[in-house]
């Protein structure tokens, strides 16, 4: 079993940053992908970066490809996502999740889910 929560949500005028935070417990997620999704009103759920824990190596979303930046820390068995030049599309309730697979982008993949941040991204 893996466990997830998030925090760092708010509310942020476009431009601006955010960074996003998941902490992560259980046995062996070390050899998982993590990840972040999001979720629009109205939208389906939608991937937006993951990186797999061991090796550090990351995808993201063209969305937000140059803006976002996925990370890890070992020591605090922690992710992050740090978002810079927020636009007011990028509201929405952001959720990390983890999988077994390697760097796998549907949603679908995920077993494990946090409850969700909301970001909102005023014009």
């Known amino acids: 079993q893996v466990q997830l929560v998030e925090s760092g949500g708010g509310l942020v005028q476009a431009g601006g940053s955010l960074r996003l935070s998941c902490a992560v417990s259980g046995r062996t997620f070390s050899t998982y992908t993590m990840g972040w999704f999001r979720r629009a009103p109205g939208k389906e759920r939608e991937f937006v970066a993951i990186?797999?824990?061991?090796?550090?190596?990351?995808l993201y979303a063209d969305s937000v490809k140059g803006r976002f930046t996925i990370s890890r820390d070992n020591a605090k068995n922690t992710m992050y996502l740090q978002m810079y030049t927020l636009k007011p599309e990028d509201t929405a309730v952001y959720y990390c999740?983890?999988?077994?697979?390697?760097?796998?982008?549907?949603?679908?993949?995920?077993?494990?889910w946090g409850q969700g941040t909301q970001v909102s991204v005023s014009s």
């Open positions: 999740a983890a999988s077994r697979g390697v760097l796998l982008r549907g949603p679908d993949e995920y077993s494990y």
């Open positions: 990186i797999r824990w061991n090796s550090g190596t990351a």
